[in-house]
């Protein structure tokens, strides 16, 4: 009797520990953070936002994987299966601002429903890209105009990039991207 008693109760642990764990994400998809906008976010981390601010939020960067040099820095945050980067230069006032925020996560989704592992074919059916030279690999595709870009091996989304629209990724982008993804 007892044992059925611990299996009962362990089951029903199990199930509040579930329906925690789908009201925690349903949350947080409520409340757009793992959202992406085109332009403007990708979780809770938005473009132009001060990177103290996005620290007290998020917490620490691992310091074995950002960069830092000439006002110019990549940050990272690792889980164990995907990493959010933000590439931040210095204002004129002389703080941090958020340039580029990428993941390889598919838990953040775009409204048309696009993630990480979205096929490139589907990816194609909603933006117009270019291809950024330089990126070998993994091919980056950009939208300029939109402010967003995916990193694209055989034929799937394996990294989604927003950034300021109108800012082409540059070289600190490809040379970081490059890197952090082999890793």
């Given at each position: 009797m007892p044992e059925d008693f611990l299996y009962v109760l362990a089951?029903?642990?199990?199930?509040?520990?579930?329906?925690?764990?789908?009201?925690?994400?349903?949350?947080?998809?409520?409340?757009?953070?793992?959202?992406?906008?085109?332009g403007h976010q990708l979780g809770s981390v938005m473009i132009g936002e001060r990177m103290d601010q996005v620290v007290s939020r998020l917490g620490s960067p691992d310091p074995t994987r950002g960069d830092a040099a000439m006002g110019k820095a990549w940050s990272a945050w690792v889980s164990k299966?995907?990493?959010?980067?933000?590439?931040?230069?210095?204002?004129?006032?002389?703080?941090?601002?958020?340039?580029?925020?990428?993941t390889n996560s598919p838990s953040f989704k775009l409204a048309n429903g696009l993630k990480v592992g979205s096929s490139w074919r589907s990816i194609k059916a909603h933006y117009s890209l270019k291809r950024v030279p330089g990126s070998d690999k993994v091919e980056v595709w950009d939208s300029v105009k939109r402010g967003i870009a995916f990193d694209i091996a055989q034929g799937k989304c394996v990294g989604i990039a927003v950034h300021r629209p109108g800012m082409a990724l540059g070289n600190e982008y490809l040379s970081y991207a490059s890197n952090a993804l082999s890793n």
């Open positions: 089951n029903l642990a199990l199930t509040l520990i579930r329906l925690n764990l789908q009201m925690t994400i349903a949350l947080l998809l409520a409340t757009g953070s793992f959202r992406v906008v085109p299966s995907s990493v959010l980067t933000i590439y931040s230069t210095r204002d004129e006032h002389d703080r941090q601002r958020v340039k580029i925020v990428h």
